[in-house]
């Protein structure tokens, strides 16, 4: 039930661009972004609905693509704050427990100066 | 504004005891989750609460159980702990699900099992 994201790890120097892809097995209704520093809890990026969005945060935009079950997340003109793991949820219904968000492994992110 | 609090924040168990970790959401939120994170294997969900009164297993339910007594709590007890156990805990909240809503999670819960 994890989507599976890639890469797993990916390090950058400031300024660079990085794409983080994420994919289900499972039909989805929304895909939702965190970052996780380390030590603390995952913070919000973005959440994207059915129905093939793409949606822009400051230099860290995202698409998802229904039919395909996928979603990316391009982060661009790296800054050293990009730095940090993140996460993919997936949200999908299950007929008796209603709708569930699962996260995969994560991709950790390192920009360098 | 407290948001979603977590109770204990840390806690060193013996194999074999239990106990029960607590999440107060203040945000009059519908859903809850508890989620397990370990090196390498990201956040995996547990058990989830789309309501009051409701639980609902998610991918690594065993050996943990849930109550969702109180719309603002969810609780995620260990009956008898295992080593395997030993992880970092964050439980989250929504204001629902299938919506433009995001999750908040709390500081987390660091657990051992000696």
């Known amino acids: 039930q994890q989507p599976v994201q890639s890469p797993q790890a990916v390090i950058l120097r400031e300024g660079e661009d990085a794409v983080i892809n994420c994919s289900s097995s499972k039909a989805l209704y929304s895909v939702h972004w965190y970052r996780q520093k380390h030590g603390e809890a995952p913070v919000f990026l973005m959440i994207l609905l059915k129905g093939g969005e793409q949606k822009g945060h400051d230099k860290i935009s995202a698409s998802f693509n229904e039919k395909k079950q996928q979603s990316s997340l391009y982060l661009t003109a790296s800054q050293l704050s990009y730095s940090g793991t993140y996460f993919c949820g997936t949200e999908s219904w299950d007929s008796n427990s209603g709708y569930a968000l699962n996260f995969g492994k994560g991709t950790s992110l390192l920009v360098t100066p | 504004n407290a948001g979603v609090t977590q109770t204990p924040k840390f806690r060193v168990l013996k194999t074999g005891q239990s106990m029960t970790l607590l999440c107060a959401q203040d945000m009059n939120h519908e859903y809850m989750y508890w989620y397990r994170q370990d090196p390498g294997m990201g956040l995996r969900l547990i058990h989830y609460?789309?309501?009051?009164?409701?639980?609902a297993k998610g991918e690594v339910p065993d050996g943990y159980n849930v109550s969702r007594l109180k719309k603002q709590n969810f609780l995620l007890g260990l009956e008898s702990a295992a080593p395997s156990q030993t992880s970092v805990y964050f439980c989250?909240?929504?204001?629902?699900?299938?919506?433009?809503?995001?999750?908040?999670f709390g500081d987390g819960t660091r657990l051992s099992i000696l």
């Open positions: 609460s789309v309501g009051e009164g409701t639980t």
């Open positions: 989250a909240s929504r204001a629902q699900g299938a919506s433009n809503q995001p999750q908040h």
